[in-house]
């Protein structure tokens, strides 16, 4: 027996020794919080539970320390549930909410309708708006009658979630909108508006729209229309101030940031905008759609066949998280899942050591798990999906003194998610310094895969594909603009099938606007636009990566030669390293070539390393380097491959997808030192969190 087998054995021991002599409480929704907490008479609701614990604390943690078991059933929360400092265990007596084994848990912050309060539409005026087909189908109901007291209108203009959702028997049912599915294009850009806090007088942009269905809208309740208004990267909800029936002609009721239509600076960009309205009475127009009027509380819905059982409709109400952890330590939440929220499941912020494991998040208007501060947070083996924005934000570390948050996101399956805020919501964000993403199977979004900012993150052993299916310019795994953000190493994910849309596309790894000191080692990117990208940075590392049917392999571009324009229009680059102490220690030890930046020919893109790197069956430029001549030997490029075929390459087993190589691979004859991928170790792995795999 090896000395790592008896340390593992060890400390399996030792953790099932305190499991056994943890103190119980039970819950159950068929329990009762006068009864005694016990499996024969559990609690009913998380607080009591709560507040067992905390007595049971008064005078210390109990050794081994609490597990709370949630027996079978639906916790409808109208509140968050909250645990503060209070609530912590330690290392040798943590604290755990538990799923019972083999139960199904389900913490909600919906709102059940019964069948039976479901009611014809009488009112004339509302009848008249609906079309002649929907009217006999389409049922109302008085949330009021519900205990609902109010739903805000939209703002005026919002990215994400700004109203409740309807499922039915857990599938989300499609807001009323038009058209019915995808998009319709902008016609001709009449004025494209101002840019959101650019322009001295602030004002929505007008263009023309094509056919006849906008002249049926009554908008004096609110109409909002979702658009990809000015670039392919970026989609904003904007509520409509008028339309003009004669011009064929919409206005909107407040600036996009970019304003509307193409911005003339970039004439390359030229794909059609596009946008559909949503939550329109006059759009009710097939079944399973459902719209609500926030003024009245009134909702109304055309039932799918079948669809309409005794409290088989959900509509989400709790805007709060449902879990909050406030200063939390050493607290676990375990095989239990989240569903049917306007806000984010869990929040955590500060504390150590907190960990989500085994958990299933879904149905949600915003993210899954968001940590902030605090340090050691471990997000493990769980499920999210079908999720309106991200799927784990981690944020942690201090930058001031790079002190490592080491925040973890482990083996989760995040995929359709982003369905709401569909840009710059990916399924994992790292900030702040020394978090980690490791393990994650990440697939189906509009937009980005992953994004990254800070300094010293670790992100290896993705596996992400089938993102970037709306939107172009896009990326797996995305960082940008700040030249202080250095130190973190993207090595052995797997990243295929980015297509993007547009002009530029997508890209595996995108370093964008001169982020600097980034070391990509050991990955496999199929099918990307541009797989490896740097733009305009410097002092970064494309070494041992090998690239697939991707139309450039490797880019480095000069975006930032131009300093001045640069700083006329980006003066945020400035305003973040002035923001970091990175002419003293720590920072000027750990990052030298940052001390003298602005006085090192600032804006020119040098001492990136392009080495050992393969590229297979890829476009004309495998190595795309546009206006970088003056800067070639800045830079360093030596000891690439670039072969015509997969044959030649000599992977496994290509047509499957399996890009590992063959022993007998040319590339370790032809590249000196490279070294082999461990591709079997990408993605997702069974443990005591995740019994089975996903695909």
Same mark, same amino acid.
């Given at each position: ?152 209108? &939209?703002?005026?203009? %919002?990215?994400?979630?700004? $109203?409740? *959702? @309807?499922?039915?028997? =857990? /599938? ?99 794909? &059609?905008?596009?946008? %559909?309205?949503?939550?329109? $009475?006059? *759009? @009710?127009?097939?079944? =399973? /759609? ?111 003194? @790079? ?293």
């Amino acid at each position: 027996m090896t000395f790592f087998t008896i340390a593992v054995t060890a400390i399996l021991t030792l953790m099932a020794s305190s499991m056994s002599n943890a103190t119980e409480f039970h819950i159950s929704p068929k329990g009762d919080d006068g009864a005694a907490g016990t499996a024969a008479a559990p609690f009913s609701t998380l607080e009591r539970a709560r507040d067992a614990a905390r007595e049971t604390m008064v005078d210390g943690l109990p050794a081994g320390g609490i597990t709370i078991w949630l027996h079978e059933g639906l916790y409808q929360l109208e509140e968050s549930f909250a645990l503060d400092e209070r609530d912590s265990g330690s290392d040798s007596s943590p604290i755990s909410y538990r799923a019972v084994d083999g139960e199904q848990v389900r913490l909600s912050g919906g709102r059940q309708i019964a069948a039976t309060a479901l009611g014809p539409v009488t009112t004339a005026d509302i009848r008249q708006r609906l079309g002649e087909r929907a009217r006999d189908q389409v049922l109302a109901i008085d949330l009021k009658t519900l205990g609902v007291q109010a739903i805000a209108q &939209p703002p005026i203009s %919002f990215r994400g979630a700004a $109203l409740p *959702e @309807l499922f039915a028997t =857990g /599938e989300r049912m499609p807001i009323a909108r038009w058209p019915n599915e995808g998009w319709v294009t902008m016609g001709e850009i009449i004025d494209r508006g101002s840019r959101t806090g650019a322009d001295d007088i602030q004002k929505g942009g007008t263009f023309v729209y094509e056919g006849e269905r906008p002249s049926r809208w009554s908008i004096a309740d609110g109409v909002w229309l979702q658009g990809y208004w000015c670039w392919d990267w970026y989609e904003e909800s904007i509520r409509i101030a008028s339309i003009d029936t004669t011009a064929h002609s919409i206005t909107l009721a407040a600036p996009h940031p970019y304003g509307i239509g193409y911005d003339p600076d970039y004439v390359w960009a030229d794909s &059609p905008r596009k946008f %559909f309205a949503l939550n329109l $009475l006059e *759009e @009710l127009d097939q079944p =399973g /759609e459902w719209y609500l009027d926030t003024s009245s509380l009134i909702l109304y819905m055309w039932p799918r066949d079948g669809s309409i059982v005794e409290n088989d409709l959900v509509l989400s109400i709790l805007q709060e998280p449902l879990v909050t952890m406030e200063s939390v330590s050493h607290v676990s939440f375990e095989g239990i899942t989240f569903e049917t929220s306007r806000g984010t499941a869990i929040e955590i912020r500060e504390g150590a050591h907190n960990r989500i494991a085994a958990c299933t998040f879904r149905n949600l208007a915003q993210g899954g798990v968001a940590v902030s501060g605090g340090t050691d947070h471990l997000v493990v083996g769980c499920d999210i999906y079908d999720v309106g924005s991200f799927g784990i934000s981690l944020t942690g570390g201090d930058r001031q003194t @790079l002190t490592p948050g080491r925040h973890t996101a482990l083996n989760n399956h995040i995929h359709h998610f982003a369905r709401l805020q569909r840009t710059y919501a990916g399924a994992v964000h790292l900030n702040g310094v020394g978090n980690r993403a490791a393990h994650n199977l990440i697939h189906d979004a509009p937009h980005l895969g992953m994004e990254f900012i800070g300094n010293d993150h670790l992100i290896e052993y993705n596996h992400i594909h089938h993102i970037a299916q709306e939107t172009g310019d896009v990326v797996a795994l995305y960082t940008g603009r700040d030249w202080s953000a250095r130190g973190t190493v993207i090595r052995y994910n797997f990243m295929h099938d980015l297509l993007g849309t547009g002009v530029v596309g997508s890209m595996g790894v995108y370093l964008d606007d001169c982020i600097c000191g980034t070391e990509v080692y050991g990955n496999i990117i199929h099918k990307a636009t541009y797989a490896l990208h740097s733009g305009g940075g410097r002092d970064n590392v494309f070494r041992n990566n090998i690239v697939t049917e991707s139309k450039h392999a490797v880019h480095i571009d000069t975006r930032c030669a131009d300093i001045e324009a640069v700083k006329k229009r980006m003066p945020i680059y400035w305003e973040r390293l002035e923001a970091v102490p990175y002419r003293e220690p720590p920072w000027s030890e750990r990052y030298p070539e940052l001390v003298d930046i602005l006085d090192d020919d600032l804006g020119m893109p040098k001492r990136n390393v392009v080495e050992r790197n393969v590229a297979v069956a890829c476009g004309e430029e495998w190595l795309h380097v546009p206006g970088m001549e003056p800067y070639l030997d800045q830079n360093r490029f030596e000891n690439n491959l670039e072969l015509a075929t997969y044959e030649e390459a000599g992977f496994v087993d290509a047509d499957a997808l399996d890009l590992r190589l063959r022993e007998d691979s040319i590339v370790f004859d032809e590249v000196a030192g490279f070294e082999q991928i461990p591709f079997d170790e990408i993605g997702l792995y069974e443990d005591e969190f995740r019994k089975r795999l996903s695909r």
